[in-house]
């Protein structure tokens, strides 16, 4: 470039702008190249902060009294140094729109004072009180930390997270609660913005606001309730009372699902009642997108071969109606197919557990296109017809999980008909606009994880499946082999 010749300012601003988000590095370099980039750069270097923190207990005194707290990690002072900085230019403070610590089973720093207790100014309470601008707050486990009740936590740590969502009231909009279990909604209601809510489970509530002059009401968009993999089957039902209006004690609700665009039921641990309390709890005009985990409880029993049922409570009746779900454009159900040996004095064989009629009784609900439903008369079909002029919208997808004791001969012989016949069906009569099941074949400890010839025979096995044979034209397949649960 000829000296004294410069590019022009919007071309460098355009240039930068394709830095992606993840490459630190080049960030930091830019924002240092020039004082007119210098602050853009900065918002976008500290827009985002994800630090790991070491979850520790320490003890109150005696064998059943302690609490948990976050504590640095050993030998990265990441956060520290992160502390020092946003103290010194409050600016960079008021950059940082999303906040993720997550808890970790890392080793922990030493302690910071001579009694070998934990300190109550650990960095991550510094941090918390540092930020004004936040937008979204997460607090996530890594894929081994235990989940505690979020009670159990330090009263300091809680108070900061209380404090920083009430500081930032005015423009939080997704909050993720997911390293604790049972955390206090209370604050929640203080958030108008809140969009985006995912939690494990929530505590009991004591409602103080009459209908006349109710608390904050907690009106998410987008909700999801993640698995604890605990099997604490009452986890929910403290979700379902923060629905529910205490007519007796005149007392509203403190949630809302009136403006629920997205119901993502990701706990097994629901019980079907509470599963269909939470579907029917949505707007049939906003609720548009819902994957759903199937219930453990919601489990059809087969011996294998010749697949008789020994479940006979298990009727096969739909908890919930899909029909009235108006707006709903993308359905996933996920569920699984698990062999378990039985071993009797006279022989060994192998029981089915199967959440395929239980998925495939749920979309059998699903009206077909240009019919009247029996429960809404002509008013559904013509709403339907109405909003996807005249064709359908929803996109299925299932998953079912394949796991380890199956033969390769019973693949051939698996009880899929009562979820793919269904599909099928669905699709004939134009209440689906397509349809994907993929198999997730889990084989843990059996040898076959990374054998690509195995992959290959199981794969041509199950497209042998005459539920799977007869329905490819429409139902699209896929598999997947992996080591981890759903």
């Not at 996807?388 to 394949?402: D, E, H, R």
Request: aromatic residues 8%; contains cysteine.
């Amino acid at each position: 470039m000829p000296r004294g010749k410069f590019l022009p300012f919007d071309l460098i601003e355009e240039v930068f702008s394709h830095i992606a988000q993840s490459d630190v590095a080049t960030i930091s370099a830019c924002s240092q190249t020039s004082k007119s980039f210098r602050v853009e750069m900065q918002k976008r270097l500290f827009e985002v902060i994800k630090l790991d923190f070491s979850l520790v207990s320490h003890s109150l005194g005696g064998p059943s009294r302690f609490r948990f707290t976050l504590d640095d990690v050993d030998g990265d002072n990441r956060a520290q140094q992160l502390v020092e900085v946003l103290t010194s230019n409050p600016d960079l403070a008021s950059y940082v729109r999303m906040l993720c610590i997550i808890s970790s089973q890392k080793p922990a720093a030493a302690p910071r004072d001579d009694s070998g207790t934990w300190s109550q100014t650990a960095t991550i309470l510094d941090l918390l009180s540092l930020l004004p601008n936040l937008e979204v707050f997460l607090f996530k486990p890594d894929s081994h930390s235990i989940l505690p009740n979020y009670s159990l936590f330090s009263r300091a740590l809680k108070n900061a997270i209380r404090h920083l969502l009430l500081r930032n009231r005015n423009t939080m909009e997704c909050v993720g609660i997911t390293a604790a279990r049972y955390f206090s909604p209370n604050v929640l209601v203080h958030l108008p913005m809140l969009k985006t809510l995912s939690i494990l489970s929530v505590s009991q509530q004591f409602r103080s606001g009459p209908f006349s002059n109710p608390p904050g009401v907690i009106r998410p968009m987008h909700l999801r309730i993640h698995s604890s993999q605990l099997r604490d089957y009452a986890s929910l039902d403290n979700v379902v009372d923060l629905l529910k209006i205490d007519y007796a004690e005149g007392k509203a609700a403190l949630m809302s699902f009136s403006q629920l665009h997205t119901l993502y039921l990701d706990s097994a641990d629901a019980t079907r009642e509470v599963t269909k309390f939470l579907i029917n709890a949505t707007n049939p005009e906003v609720l548009s997108e819902v994957p759903i985990r199937a219930p453990n409880e919601a489990i059809t029993i087969y011996n294998m071969q010749p697949w008789k049922h020994l479940n006979v409570e298990y009727q096969d009746a739909p908890d919930f109606d899909l029909s009235r779900l108006q707006r709903l454009t993308n359905l996933s159900m996920f569920g699984g197919l698990y062999g378990v040996p039985v071993v009797s004095p006279d022989h060994a064989s192998t029981i089915v557990h199967s959440h395929c009629p239980w998925m495939g009784a749920i979309l059998s609900t699903l009206p077909p296109r240009g019919s009247a439903s029996s429960k809404h008369d002509d008013n559904c079909s013509a709403a339907h017809d109405d909003i996807n002029n005249g064709t359908c919208q929803l996109s299925l997808k299932v998953k079912i999980y394949l796991f380890n004791v199956f033969a390769m001969e019973d693949l051939v012989e698996l009880p899929l008909a009562p979820l793919i016949d269904v599909i099928v069906e669905k699709r004939r009569n134009g209440a689906l606009r397509d349809a994907l099941v993929e198999f997730v074949v889990l084989q843990c400890g059996h040898g076959h994880d990374d054998d690509e010839q195995w992959h290959a025979d199981v794969s041509e096995t199950l497209r042998k499946n005459e539920s799977v044979k007869s329905s490819e034209s429409f139902v699209d397949f896929a598999m997947v082999f992996g080591c981890t649960g759903p």
